[in-house]
């Protein structure tokens, strides 16, 4: 399981648009969201550096937890 800190993740809408962006790498990834600790978990096959690379793009700079 991959665990990362989205600090720019702070909405409903923030959620949705992480979850999207990691599904385009893992269209199978279990996300979890946990907007209160601004972190999101990934259950899945892609690689950490492409799952970290696609928050990115989408403007949701992240580290790993």
Known sequence: MLKLKVPKMTCGHC?????TAI???????????????????VEGTADSA?????LEEAGYPNELV
């Open 15 to 19: 959620a949705s648009t992480v979850t």
């Open 23 to 41: 599904k385009t790498v893992d269209a199978d990834a279990n996300v979890g969201i946990d907007l209160d600790n601004q972190q999101v978990t």
């Open 50 to 54: 492409a799952i970290a690379a696609v």
